[in-house]
């Protein structure tokens, strides 16, 4: 099946099943705006609780903080947003849809490098296990000429957006010929900036209101709050200070579900470093969140740096940790090395020091700042779209059966278990309820009753429930139940007393956490 078609399948089983809903969906929606439905939200907690406790719990010198989405307005002044937190957009004057100039140039640039690995994969197979896949990059003429007009263009690409260069943003696309994906003509306007921050005003006009902004990134609230968390908590450098949180982004483009979203959430760690020791701090951060990531299970080949080719004007090093979604790898987590931009700044626009004195260097210095910064709703579509697959499973008679299943990471599945009497009679269901009583407060579970033990197994399936236990008469009789493993499908019998140490043993978070570097 082509990856798109597997992105709308699972775009379309995100709202049958209860994980994701188009936001004021019976007004039409609102664009590039989601909920998070039932099983939605138990998914996104436990990402959430996967960063935090690995961020917070794991390190001794990380703590959080949850810091307002409204700040003081000035805030956004000294961070360099007023002026400077835009994106270059262009319409096409005949479909009238607005694009973001700098990622037309990018996807261009992708199609050469999928038309290079286009010509590596052919050659492959052509030549076995004898193929050399650098040698072939060195010398084939048709990957050499695009990598020649690929590099051309990427070149030129850095240096109009390094200083700004609207006019010959757009001269790069009308050079390389870029059409509008809806009417497929290179009928485009001049490139604008466009500021992404979204404003309102607090107080009412009488008391003169101020116009404040919804913060489009989490991390400025730990900056103005650093020289707090520092003195209260008796931090020493190294330290982070992680926070998760809403942000908001008037993005132009939004599209591809919750990948960008207008509305969405953040996990940031701000790590507070000597100057000079920052790029010692970016490599480490680069290697302790790559195995997070790994951590998951969904393969090496799944992940990869991309380094920016643009610096923001805050940054001395930047990278992304891309993953490979269906529709291409694409960033889920940018890791910055902010120097001390952000905390000068504060320290210049709000008139107070802001400083550290260091006991083994006997001098005070503004802290550099190396900043991790992930998208939750990036990392849960990330995570569902490795996790849904459509699998044949052959049956004992040899009639071909399908089923849907999610194969979440089990820690991070909604409902860990679903009790299921094999009928609704007999004293099952009471027995079942026992064990969910007993079960509940360490896992999420589910009671299901209805249709064919079948049809129950495929609707758990389907939303990713590592564990099913069945009871049956003999349950009554010797207290055994039968548990069904989502992945193997494999069922054995076992003790009701023995599930807890079982389940727990799956679908703690301390097994993710042990791979962790
Ligand atoms: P992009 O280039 O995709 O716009 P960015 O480089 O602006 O992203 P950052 O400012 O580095 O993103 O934000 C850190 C993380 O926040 C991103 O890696 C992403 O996971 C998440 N994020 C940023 N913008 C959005 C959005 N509009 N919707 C959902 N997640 C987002």
Redesign the pocket.
């Known amino acids: 099946m082509a990856q798109e078609d597997v992105f709308k399948k699972l775009v379309a089983h995100c709202k049958e099943y209860g994980f994701v809903f188009q936001s004021s969906e019976i007004y039409d929606g609102l664009s590039a705006v989601y909920d998070y439905a039932q099983l939605g939200v138990e998914l996104k907690n436990n990402i959430k609780k996967y960063w935090w406790d690995s961020m917070v719990k794991l390190h001794e010198n990380v703590v959080g903080i949850d810091s307002a989405i409204f700040m003081h307005p000035t805030i956004w002044k000294a961070s360099g947003h007023v002026d400077a937190f835009n994106d270059p957009l262009i319409d096409n004057k005949d479909s009238k849809k607005r694009y973001r100039a700098d990622v037309l140039i990018e996807d261009l640039l992708a199609k050469f490098e999928a038309k290079m690995d286009k010509e590596v994969a052919k050659a492959q197979k052509k030549f076995g296990e004898t193929f050399d896949e650098a040698q072939f990059r060195a010398t084939n003429p048709r990957v050499l000429a695009n990598k020649e007009k690929m590099d051309a263009i990427h070149a030129r690409f850095v240096e109009a957006l390094d200083k700004n260069d609207l006019v010959d943003l757009k001269q790069i696309i009308i050079d390389n010929e870029i059409a509008c994906p809806i009417s497929g003509t290179k009928n485009w306007t001049d490139v604008r900036q466009f500021n992404l921050m979204f404003s309102t005003d607090m107080g009412s006009t009488a008391d003169g209101s101020s116009k404040i902004y919804l913060r489009p ?1 989490t991390a400025q609230g730990i900056f103005v709050n650093y020289l707090n968390v520092q003195k209260t908590g008796r931090m020493k450098i190294p330290f982070g200070i992680a926070q998760i949180g809403k942000a908001f ?1 008037n ?1 132009i483009v939004a599209r591809q579900f ?5 509305e ?1 959430e ?1 996990m940031e760690l701000q790590f507070f470093v000597r100057p000079g020791e920052e790029m010692k701090w970016f490599n480490a951060w680069k290697e302790t969140r790559m195995s997070w990531h790994r951590a998951l299970g969904f393969g090496e080949d799944k992940y990869r740096f991309h380094d920016h080719d643009k610096l923001a004007h805050y940054a001395n090093a930047a990278t ?1 940790v891309e993953f490979k979604f269906p529709f291409g790898f694409k ?4 890791i910055h090395s902010r120097t001390d931009f952000d905390l000068k700044q504060h320290q210049e626009y709000s008139g107070k020091k802001i400083q550290y004195f260091d006991p083994e260097l006997n001098k005070s210095y503004v802290p550099y700042v190396v900043e991790t ?3 939750v ?2 990392m849960f579509l990330q995570i569902m779209s490795e996790a849904y697959q459509e699998e044949k499973i052959e049956k004992e008679d040899g009639k071909v059966d399908e089923r849907v299943v999610l194969k979440l990471p089990p820690a991070l599945a909604p409902v860990k278990l679903c009790v299921m009497p094999l009928v609704k009679k007999d004293g099952l269901p009471d027995k079942a309820r026992e064990i969910i009583d007993d079960l509940k407060f360490d896992f999420n579970c589910q009671y299901d009753e209805k249709d064919s033990i079948g049809k129950r197994y495929r609707r758990q399936d389907a939303i990713g429930t590592p564990f099913c236990v069945t009871l049956d008469h003999q349950s009554l009789e010797d207290n055994t139940v039968t548990l069904r493993y989502r992945d193997t499908m494999a069922q054995e019998r076992v003790e009701i007393s023995k599930l807890y140490e079982i389940i727990k043993s799956e679908v703690s978070m301390k097994e993710l956490f042990k791979k962790l570097k």
């Open positions: 990134e982004r993005e919750i990948f960008r979203m207008r969405f953040q992304d960033e889920v987590e940018g910064s992930i998208g709703d990036r």
